[in-house]
């Protein structure tokens, strides 16, 4: 690793924990000595990086700060290429247009020297099967996710039998063969996964469910013996 790609990683772990990181995790984690390290915090506090070092705690990077945009590695823009072209095939008509767009302003926006990253990609998603189309729109099933929104629709189980719900929906899973709502069911007081297609009848009501995403989430999570990332 490349010592301004080192710097910028470091960067990185500091804004992802939400401790003090001792230097020695540091060095582990980059795979460097603690003398290289010093170096390298040495070189960021130069800088103006607001990296904050406290004896016997560890290293902590002041609120507020920011890196200037764009300033990526070749793995994470690979990482990017790769995230966003399983999404242009695999999600609904709006998320594809946003994974095209977010693709070409990464082109636009990067140094030269990394575009090819962008535009001979060495990963590639394979899709085999594409996942069935839905009668509603999943962007209004995503603005009703992140509006806490109650929803109301008809199910088809597998036996074929129909039954209307109320639903809270906080997750929609995205997979290559389908694609599955998460939710709170009112009817069987339970959490229920419901494959999208399987909807004959989808409204969003008015009402917002009371607990939080987060809450939600956890308990489904244990429920399905889900380790969330």
Not at 8 to 20: A, D, E, T, V
Not at 52 to 76: H, I, N, Q
Not at 142 to 158: F, G, L, M, P, W
Not at 201 to 207: I, T
Request: proline share 7%; glycine share 6%.
């Amino acid at each position: 690793m490349r010592r301004t790609e080192r710097l910028f990683q470091i960067i990185q772990i500091l804004r992802s924990r939400r401790r003090p990181v001792t230097g020695k995790e540091l060095a582990e984690e980059l795979e460097i000595s603690l003398r290289t390290l010093y170096r390298d915090m040495a070189e960021l506090t130069a800088g103006r990086v607001p990296v904050r070092g406290e004896a016997g705690t560890g290293y902590v990077l002041e609120d507020g700060y920011d890196m200037p945009p764009l300033m990526l590695t070749p793995d994470e823009l690979e990482a990017a290429v790769l995230g966003a072209a399983w999404v242009a095939k695999n999600g609904d008509p709006a998320l594809a247009v946003g994974a095209r767009d977010l693709i070409g302003k990464l082109t636009s926006a990067i140094p030269p020297e990394l575009r090819p990253v962008l535009i001979e990609p060495a990963v590639r998603p394979i899709v085999l099967k594409s996942a069935p189309p839905e009668i509603f729109d999943l962007a209004t099933l995503r603005e009703a996710v992140r509006a806490h929104r109650k929803i109301s629709i008809d199910y088809t189980n597998r036996a074929g039998e129909t039954s209307s719900r109320v639903i809270w929906p906080f997750l929609i899973g995205y997979m290559e063969h389908v694609r599955l709502i998460a939710a709170w069911c009112e009817l069987k007081q339970d959490f229920r996964n419901f494959c999208t297609e399987s909807i004959t009848k989808f409204e969003v009501l008015d009402e917002t469910y009371p607990d939080r995403t987060a809450d939600l989430m956890a308990r489904w999570a244990k429920v399905q013996n889900i380790v969330l990332t």
